[in-house]
């Protein structure tokens, strides 16, 4: 899966990003175009302007996780799992959502699955070994859809949307006020930490002050526990298998306001790095099982999991 495609597919691929972009700013100038001319409110792209590009991007996000009306509905358990793969064009970047199913299948207890969209993942969160899941999603925009799908999953009795992001300081109190005492060991000693699965799908390129936020999310694991990580990452350009023109069309993106259009996600990140000094002050993780992939592209990927010391 990770051998470079052809010199032409790898540039094809380098086009992704900016389709995507594409689309994303198109629902930023209809926002924009609709605020103005529809509800009059003519200072609104100056003045609200984050409150407009949030909206932009929870329309496209929806746009983007519904699978498109021809596409033919999964008929088995096996095929829902690899629902995300006929997604709209861009959905499956790289092949990247062929690495989450066989991850996921192995989250299990008190799961919390950072910044949850639209739900695409749950399909692959129905174990009965998974007591409780809560999805912090700040994107309120995307909560409807995302309450229709814990439904349509028969998951939503153990399914806690929370309209927060995954910062301690907000995913704390979001955590109380569920009323489910989940934190009630935590704040006690919060060496008992909190969950026994931590999901990050796709979100820490988002997460703002992400190094901070990855220590926090350790800090809520409890011991033993693990975090399952599948997320695109900075290309190591300095490595063998790295591309020196993937790291600059990166930055080109990063320039032209990738990150504006897309929910605040950056091409840039270490996240590896960040996952892996998380630990430090316990002297590591217990088990790091993670995988590099399409070293080659726009959006290589870091997956696979990481065990808290017991
Ligand atoms: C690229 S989407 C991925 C959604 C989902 N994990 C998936 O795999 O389909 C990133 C999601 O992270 C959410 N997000 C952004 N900032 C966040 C934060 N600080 N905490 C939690 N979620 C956040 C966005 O609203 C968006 O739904």
């Known amino acids: 899966m990770t051998t470079p495609p052809p010199l032409g597919d790898r540039l094809k691929g ?17 926002v924009c175009a609709e605020a103005v001319f529809k509800k009059g409110e003519i200072f609104a792209p100056i003045l609200q ?4 590009r949030d909206e932009a991007f929870g329309r496209f996000w929806v746009e983007f996780s519904t699978p498109a009306p021809n596409a033919a509905p999964p008929a088995t358990a096996s095929e829902t799992e690899t629902e995300t793969d006929t997604f709209q064009p861009g959905r499956n970047t790289n092949g990247s959502s062929d690495l ?3 991850l996921l299948r192995t989250a299990n207890g008190i799961v919390l699955d950072i910044g949850p969209g639209t739900g695409t993942q749950m399909p692959l969160l129905r174990s009965p070994s998974i007591s409780t899941i809560y999805g912090p999603e700040p994107c309120t925009g995307l909560h409807e859809k995302l309450r229709a799908k814990a439904i349509a999953e028969g998951i939503s009795s153990k ?25 009630e060991a935590y704040d006690s000693d919060p060496r008992n930490g909190i969950f026994d699965t931590i999901i990050c799908v796709r979100v820490l390129c988002s ?14 694991l409890k011991p033993g526990g693990k975090l399952l990580v599948t997320e695109h990452v900075v290309n190591p350009w300095r490595t063998a298998k790295g591309s020196v023109l993937a790291r600059v069309v990166q930055s080109f993106y990063q320039l032209f306001g990738w990150s504006f259009f897309i929910g605040d996600c950056a091409l840039d990140r ?15 993780w217990k088990v790091v099982d993670l995988e590099k992939n399409f070293a080659w592209s726009v959006m290589p990927y870091v ?5 808290k010391k017991s």
């Open 14 to 30: 380098m086009l992704e990003p900016a389709q995507l972009m594409t689309w994303a700013m198109s629902h930023y100038i209809r």
């Open 49 to 52: 302007i984050h409150r407009l």
């Open 100 to 102: 989450i199913p066989p």
């Open 159 to 183: 399914y806690h949307i929370l309209p927060c992001g995954a910062a301690a300081s907000q995913l704390l109190p979001g955590l109380r006020e569920s009323g489910t005492g989940v934190t």
């Open 207 to 220: 997460v703002p002050e992400m190094e901070r936020t990855v220590d926090e999310l350790y800090g809520m």
């Open 270 to 284: 270490d996240t590896e790095g960040a996952l892996l000094r998380a630990a430090r002050l316990d002297g590591g």
């Open 303 to 307: 997956s696979g999991t990481l065990v």
